[in-house]
């Protein structure tokens, strides 16, 4: 039977990604099993390229993939950039300062592609345990400033954030929302971490040029390879996947998905606890969805 689709965006964290932090096997044989059938399997993650690079080696991804939420599409074997959506400095520099003056690290992600490094950790304070684990297990290139305007690359930021306690992030994220008005895209949620906390778990704070999404991504994707729109579906879990589910076709939420992305998505899936990306792919390749 011919699919009803020919690309399948698929996220990565709370979506391909089980709550060990791996691509199941059944997972990994659905997605080659897709592509035996001619889809294009596309990871759309909120990762950078070196946080994804391993995963996506692991689930053969040879073309391009989209990272950074959506701010760059990248060849997934290489890292080149092929496309990006790059903050204006001014932004940067704002969101820098009200970080740094309220003692956290800011985060600046850069287009490695263009510089060499991947993130400018900018400010006096010291590193979250959260990032620190993130940034031990992961083959993270790091410079570090003491103020913004020492930044060495202003012209190749594709996101700035951090990483802290909800409650230390709330009044911040507040207070950004209403300075950078439609000049930026904020996002608040809760971020993957070691330590676990029901009281105050860890969340992220990141910043993004306002013309930044998945979705608006793919679409770039769909355009370069002359796919049509109207047979692409995309499956995802989180705050970042709510634009990409509800405009695609066929917009999947996992089963574990935040509320936002299960009012607007067409079809639900099961956990990513449960394979749920293999059981979507599955009703796919049958001709159920």
């Known amino acids: 039977m011919t699919p009803s689709i020919d690309v399948l965006a698929v996220d990565l964290d709370g979506t391909l990604l089980g709550p060990d932090g791996r691509v199941s096997p059944r997972n990994q044989e659905a997605i080659t099993e897709a592509r035996n059938a001619g889809v294009d399997v596309l990871v759309a993650t909120g990762r950078a390229f070196i946080e994804s690079k391993a995963i996506l080696e692991s689930v053969g991804q040879h073309g391009m993939f989209i990272g ?10 290489t890292g080149r950039t092929v496309e990006r959506r790059i903050m204006p400095h001014e932004v940067v520099k704002e969101v820098s300062r009200s970080l740094v003056n309220h003692d956290h690290k800011a985060l600046v992600l850069k287009d490695a592609h263009a510089t060499g490094y991947d993130y400018l950790a900018v400010g006096p304070a010291v590193m979250a345990p959260s990032t620190e684990w993130w940034f031990s297990h992961l083959p993270v290139r790091i410079r570090f400033v003491d103020r913004i305007e020492e930044d060495p690359d ?19 994220a507040m207070e950004l929302r209403e300075d950078l008005g439609d000049r930026a895209l904020l996002q608040h949620w809760a971020a993957v971490a070691i330590e676990k906390s029901d009281e105050d778990p860890i969340h992220m704070l990141e910043v993004f040029n306002p013309r930044v999404s998945k979705w608006s991504m793919l679409q770039a994707y769909v355009n370069r390879l002359g796919y049509e729109q109207s047979r692409v579906a995309a499956i995802g879990d989180g705050l970042n996947d709510v634009s990409m ?45």
């Open 68 to 77: 950074a939420g959506g701010a760059v599409l990248q060849q997934a074997l």
């Open 154 to 172: 202003p012209e190749h930021t594709l996101r700035i954030g951090t990483v802290a306690p909800q409650s230390a992030l709330l009044g911040i």
């Open 245 to 289: 589910i509800e405009a695609a076709p066929l917009g999947i939420a996992m089963a574990n998905a935040d509320d936002a992305v299960l009012a607007v998505a067409d079809r639900v899936t099961a956990s990513n606890g449960d394979d749920g990306v293999a059981q979507a792919i599955e009703c796919i390749l049958a001709g159920q969805w």
